[in-house]
């Protein structure tokens, strides 16, 4: 993994690290309709809305969600490639446990 991979990869787990964040991304996930408005996941937490509003914009800059305005709403969508591309990065390591000493990135 490169640094910039790692950084990347980290970002969006600090976005998902947050209880808050990861209930959001499960509730705009688990919708039928594929999309929730901003309105319908706020009712879901007993938080402000400008602190939901907080955790959905750091869900949307780690790439996680998506929006779309509408009229006087928000929809929000999971962003199914980012979360492809996570469980990618994150399947490619499991190879490497337990690996020859050779193939580690560090020094011996």
């Known amino acids: 993994m490169t640094a910039t991979e790692a950084v990347d990869l980290a970002a969006a787990f600090k976005a998902l690290?947050?209880?808050?964040?990861?209930?959001?991304?499960s509730i705009v996930a688990c919708c039928p309709a594929g999309e929730?408005?901003?309105?319908?996941i706020a009712a879901s937490f007993s938080v402000s809305g400008p602190t939901v509003s907080h955790h959905l914009?750091?869900?949307?800059?780690?790439?996680?969600?998506?929006?779309?305005r509408r009229a006087n709403e928000v929809y929000y969508q999971v962003r199914s490639d980012r979360l492809d591309a996570l469980i990618s990065q994150l399947s490619?390591?499991?190879?490497?446990?337990?690996?020859?000493?050779?193939s580690c990135a560090l020094p011996a």
Do not use: W
């Not at 209880?19 to 959001?24: D, E, K, N, S, T």
């Not at 929730?36 to 319908?40: A, D, F, S």
């Open 17 to 25: 690290a947050d209880p808050v964040r990861l209930r959001i991304a």
């Open 36 to 40: 929730v408005c901003m309105g319908e």
């Open 57 to 68: 914009r750091k869900l949307r800059e780690a790439g996680v969600l998506s929006s779309e």
């Open 92 to 102: 490619a390591m499991k190879p490497m446990v337990g690996a020859e000493r050779d």
